[in-house]
């Protein structure tokens, strides 16, 4: 979390500072020059709807009010948005997967969370469910260091520790750890709340242009896949040795 905020702090001073786009407007200045472009005022009406209207006067003033501090404003906006309080609170959870509860369990990570989850603690507990395990800070803070033993005995072992917080709540039994559990069972839906669904959305609309208006549902499926993991490597000799397997492809025209 303190990557986010490095970041945030260092976006509200780019912005209080107006060195900072002087240096951007003369440098775009400076390229439009050499492509013969005049850096001027739009044509701006009385009764603007359509687009941004500032009562500017020279075009450092227009750019600086329409596109540089909009741009700023929004970016910090959403940063904030996307790591709210409750949200940094909740990524905290990522030492209850027992590769990194081994390597940062102290006394004082169990003071961190049992003050950094009270609010966590607080929704639980006002479920109305009789499943839901009432959770105290005396059971959660046992549970964590039977939760951490367990793993330790585990890596005595030589056994594959869980990585993932997936994996974290497969390995994990609700009736030994129940508030554990529970805890995991929030870190493995905090994805849900990005906006990597939406993303994929913008892929579509890339690839099913007008020049490909009867590509069909196997085709685009496997394009949209191939660029939303494309962090993924792809062996391109057992494609090739697929398709030549797959027989001949070719049609023959009877005349």
């Excluded at 941004?52 to 075009?59: D, I, L, R, S």
């Excluded at 497969?170 to 069972?185: T, W």
């Excluded at 849900?192 to 959305?201: D, I, L």
Aim: with cysteine.
């Amino acid at each position: 979390m303190a990557i986010f905020q490095d970041t945030v702090a260092v976006l509200e001073a780019r912005r209080t500072n107006v060195d900072i786009f002087n240096a951007i407007f003369t440098e775009a200045t400076a390229v439009m020059t050499e492509l013969d472009l005049e850096v001027a005022l739009p044509r701006l009406s009385k009764r603007q709807k359509n687009r941004p209207n500032p009562p500017a006067e020279t075009p450092y003033e227009y750019y600086s009010w329409t596109v540089y501090y909009p741009i700023l404003d929004a970016i910090i906006t959403d940063l904030k948005d996307r790591f709210k309080p409750q949200i940094r609170n909740a990524l905290e959870l990522n030492y209850l997967i027992p590769a990194n509860i081994m390597q940062s369990f102290s006394s004082q990570f169990l003071v961190t969370v049992l003050s950094q989850y009270g609010a966590l603690v607080s929704a639980l507990e006002k479920v109305e469910d009789s499943k839901v395990v009432q959770l105290t800070e005396q059971k959660l803070k046992g549970e964590i260091e039977v939760w951490r033993q367990k793993w330790m005995s585990a890596k005595l072992k030589n056994v594959k520790l869980p990585k993932t917080a997936m994996d974290a709540l497969a390995e994990c039994d609700p009736e030994c750890y129940p508030n554990v559990h529970h805890l995991l069972q929030i870190l493995v839906t905090l994805p849900v709340s990005v906006a990597s669904a939406e993303r994929t959305f913008s892929t579509l609309r890339r690839l099913k242009t007008w020049l490909r208006s009867r590509m069909g549902e196997e085709r685009q499926t496997g394009l949209a896949l191939l660029n939303i993991h494309r962090d993924i490597v792809v062996d391109t000799e057992n494609i090739i040795n697929r398709f030549a397997s797959s027989g001949k492809r070719n049609l023959d025209f009877v005349l």
